[in-house]
């Protein structure tokens, strides 16, 4: 049986208490024992583990010199040689996430197992949490000590060599790692139960996740069509002729805006669709087909609606995950409203 | 406050089950606003009746996800006597769930 764990702490400038905002540049630095919110996570250890060392690091530091942050914190792991490495908790502080997102993959990549803490939504979790071990907690330091109460137990286990059980027992986000495993009863014996209980209203559980798509409650109706401002925005993958945006034909990370005040209709020598989820034949020989420019000029030309707004929003709507179509939709929207328009029609291939 | 948004989709049943408020029944997912088998002349009244309906559906009050059907509009009625009565013989809007 060997002695106490080792583990290492990651802070950043502000729980490391070196300063605030503008001490964001400082470098890495190594402290030896626990340091700030290090001491109540030490506690929350007990006797098998002890902080040995704190790593602290600026947040624009280790984002905007991520390769020269992952260096130092290469070189101080190797140097201090912990069981475990522990980041955070971030909670919802974005450059931290990232931070300590990042010092995880460090320290995975030094054979050093690590976990870190944050708010599910940081955008540290959102990016990296395939990769790493994350805790969730509140958005808040008010979270702390139930964040440094989840994660002990499971930074002892990762220091003491254990892999972790799934996402769903031991409470860390998922990772969407999917292991093999023998549940005893084959597939349609499972079914069969579940559906009997479902059918004799007895609780069950799929063995499927389920996200529940976002309700949004329904926006108020326009008073007067023959006033108000229509957008267009299509999910079809409309693009200039060429491709001159290099827009992706998949897993859109931006929609891409263009300006259609001097047209009259989308003319198929000037435009094509490029999505890679159905055939693009059809829409290239006339683009109106996802982007209805030409009857809405009609329609604005015979009074029925007010005005055609300048601009149109496309993207390939296809392969992207729904948090990411979800901001594209929100910046999207956001767009819109500070353009003065009134309603607009999404069209979806 | 929102802005009413009219989604125009062949497959309308993943829009309104992923929560689109407005849902307008467009022709296919490879035209969606059209049909490029009919003659130029109907193509284009068709893709306007769907347009149309569209935004007709801008001005109506929603309760939720709600399918709008522009070929179960009467043809002849006007927009206004179709779309402000959906309880009406030929109802413009069939609502799902």
């Not at chain 1, 805790?135 to 139930?146: C, E, F, K, L, R």
């Not at chain 2, 049943?13 to 992923?18: K, V």
Request: overall charge positive.
């Amino acid at each position: 049986m060997r002695g106490q764990l080792r583990v290492v702490h990651y802070l950043n400038q502000f729980f490391g208490g070196i300063g605030g905002e503008d001490q964001a540049h400082v470098g890495v630095t190594a402290k030896a024992g626990a340091v700030g919110p290090g001491r109540a996570l030490d506690k929350a250890l007990g006797d098998g583990a002890r902080v040995e060392a704190t790593l602290i690091g600026g947040d624009n530091f280790v984002n905007e010199r991520a390769e020269e942050a992952s260096r130092a914190i290469a070189a101080e792991l190797d140097r201090l040689e912990p069981d475990v490495l522990v980041a955070g908790p971030a909670f919802g502080s974005g450059r931290y996430g990232l931070a300590c997102a990042l010092v995880c993959q460090v320290a995975q990549s030094r054979r050093v197992p690590a976990i870190t803490a944050m708010h599910p939504e940081n955008p540290g979790a959102s990016s990296a949490r395939r990769g790493i071990y994350i805790v969730p907690t509140g958005a808040s330091t008010t979270s702390m000590q139930a964040a440094l109460d989840a994660l002990a137990p499971l930074v002892r286990r990762l220091g003491r060599g254990e892999t972790l059980g799934s996402a769903e027992v031991d409470g860390y986000m998922p990772r969407g790692v999917r292991r093999v495993h023998d549940r005893g009863r084959p597939g349609y014996q499972r079914a069969l139960d579940m559906l009997l209980d479902k059918l004799h209203g007895r609780s069950y559980r799929s063995e499927v996740p389920y996200a529940a798509p976002e309700r949004v409650p329904p926006a108020p109706p326009i008073a007067d069509l023959s006033r108000a401002r229509i957008a267009m925005v299509t999910t079809g993958g409309l693009v200039r002729k060429g491709n001159p945006d290099k827009q992706v034909s998949a897993n859109a990370v931006r929609y891409h805006r263009h300006t259609v005040a001097e047209l009259e209709s989308l003319s198929s020598s000037d435009w094509e669709a490029y999505h890679a989820g159905y055939f693009n034949h059809l829409v290239n020989s006339n683009p109106n087909y996802i982007l209805p420019l030409s009857f809405l000029r009609d329609l604005e030309r015979q009074g029925k609606i007010g005005r055609v707004h300048e601009h149109i929003y496309a993207l390939p709507g296809v392969s992207t995950p729904v948090a990411v179509s979800a901001g594209h939709g929100r910046s999207i929207a956001a767009d819109l409203k500070a353009g003065g328009v009134d309603g607009a029609l999404l069209v979806a291939t | 406050m929102g802005i009413p948004v009219g989604m125009i989709s062949a497959i309308y049943n993943f829009a309104l089950t992923t929560g689109a408020n407005r849902v307008i029944r467009g022709a296919r997912i490879e035209h969606v606003c059209g049909d490029p088998t009919l003659s130029p002349e109907k193509d284009y009244a068709f893709g306007m009746r769907i347009v149309t309906t569209a935004l007709q559906t801008l001005t109506i009050a929603v309760p939720g996800p709600t399918l709008f059907d522009p070929m179960a509009m009467a043809p002849g009625k006007t927009e206004e006597s179709a779309a402000g009565r959906p309880g009406a013989g030929a109802p413009p809007a069939e609502a799902r769930r």
